[in-house]
């Protein structure tokens, strides 16, 4: 699947994820984590946000959100008001460098080429400020596949890896990387990394 086709297979099964997905969580609560880490008043972008449940809302009023579906945008609008929603692709974040203290990625970069995840790192880290964090998914696997009947359609999901991921984070210009185990929207655990930029 191309962008395109994902971005036609999020806006086909965003309602359906967002409502199947549990709003609360301990993936949840590791944003405290994350902020707590912050400055006062961060400006904090969620990278995927889809309805903005589960991550979007639990960040500070003013927070971005981007997304490649209009659909889950549109939900999130709905759900998360006090947020700035932006339409875009994460493999060329239309931000400026610098923009951001932090950046949450939850779910979100196994849906781009595992090809493409060394640059959406490298974007991470450009529009992240010095010192900035990160807190994103950790894929455990490697794989690249089209799941069919998943949400009632189908997706792409690609991962090169435990290891591949955080040594590309590395080379991102990512350091003091710690990982945490939480339980993940839809009722399994899924290992998350929290990373510093620079």
């Not at 189908?154 to 350091?175: I, K, N, V, W």
């Amino acid at each position: 699947m191309d962008r395109n086709d994902v971005r036609r297979a999020w806006d086909a099964v965003a309602e359906t994820y967002a409502d199947q997905r549990d709003p609360d969580g301990s993936d949840a609560a590791l944003i405290d984590d994350l902020l707590a880490a912050l400055p006062t008043d961060p400006d904090v972008l969620d990278v995927g946000c889809g309805d903005g449940a589960r991550t979007l809302a639990n960040l500070p009023p003013g927070s971005v959100g981007l997304d490649i579906s209009r659909q889950g945008l549109s939900l999130a609008s709905e759900t998360v008001p006090h947020a700035l929603l932006v339409y875009g692709d994460m493999t060329a974040l239309p931000f400026a460098a610098d923009a951001f203290d932090g950046i949450t990625a939850y779910h979100a970069v196994f849906h781009v080429p595992r090809k493409q995840h060394s640059h959406v790192y490298t974007e991470f880290a450009r529009v992240l400020r010095p010192g900035g964090r990160l807190l994103m998914t950790l894929p455990s696997g490697r794989f690249e596949t089209v799941r069919r009947d998943w949400m009632g359609g189908r997706m792409f999901f690609s991962a090169p890896g435990r290891d591949r991921t955080l040594a590309a984070l590395r080379s991102a210009g990512f350091s003091d990387l710690r990982t945490e185990t939480a339980t993940d929207p839809l009722g399994s655990s899924t290992e998350f990394v929290f990373a510093q930029h620079g």
